[in-house]
């Protein structure tokens, strides 16, 4: 059986990664990174960098984004460096012709715990138990819950078609 990598991501000043395969539904990698704080050029680098490395590593069939969610007393820099990850993930993901899709916070939340605005605890202690793993942080808990959604929401869509 071929395996169908599907990458999750949480794009932040840490960059939360996870890769779990569709099929077996195992968690094959994940982790958070920190990215250069303060020098942008660096910081967009060091992600390209991650993300070439996992996409060469695993061959992804998927990519799966946390789409962007600005509480309203944001700075007016956090749309445009959250803008600058995404562009790079998203070129990256072009440069290997694998299809990127995007998920609310509120989504991601509801198809890992049931609840919408579940706290960022519930989520790491929802991933924690399902996969039997210890993660760093939130950011590696957003990621993998973020590619899990991705696949519980293809594996929805198939049978809506099928059926």
């Not at 049931?114 to 790491?124: H, I, L, P």
Request: glycine residues 4%; hydrophobic residues 40%; charged residues 30%.
């Amino acid at each position: 059986m071929t395996s169908e990598p599907v990458v999750g991501l949480d794009l932040a000043d840490k960059l939360g990664i996870s890769v779990i395969d569709r099929k077996t539904e195992k968690l094959l990698f994940s982790a958070s990174i920190s990215l250069a704080r303060g020098d942008t050029q660096k910081r967009l680098l060091r992600l390209r960098e991650c993300l070439i490395e996992v996409f060469t590593r695993f061959s992804p069939v998927e990519v799966a984004i946390e789409d962007v969610f600005l509480p309203a007393k944001t700075s007016p820099r956090t749309p445009i460096a959250l803008g600058e990850l995404r562009g790079v993930a998203r070129l990256c993901a072009a440069e290997k012709d694998i299809p990127v899709f995007f998920y609310p916070p509120r989504k991601v939340k509801m198809a890992v715990t049931g609840f919408g605005n579940a706290s960022k605890e519930d989520v790491v202690h929802w991933i924690e138990s399902e996969f039997r793993v210890k993660v760093k942080d939130h950011n590696e808990a957003d990621a993998i819950s973020i590619a899990w959604t991705h696949i519980l929401e293809r594996r929805f869509s198939m049978c809506q078609t099928q059926g």
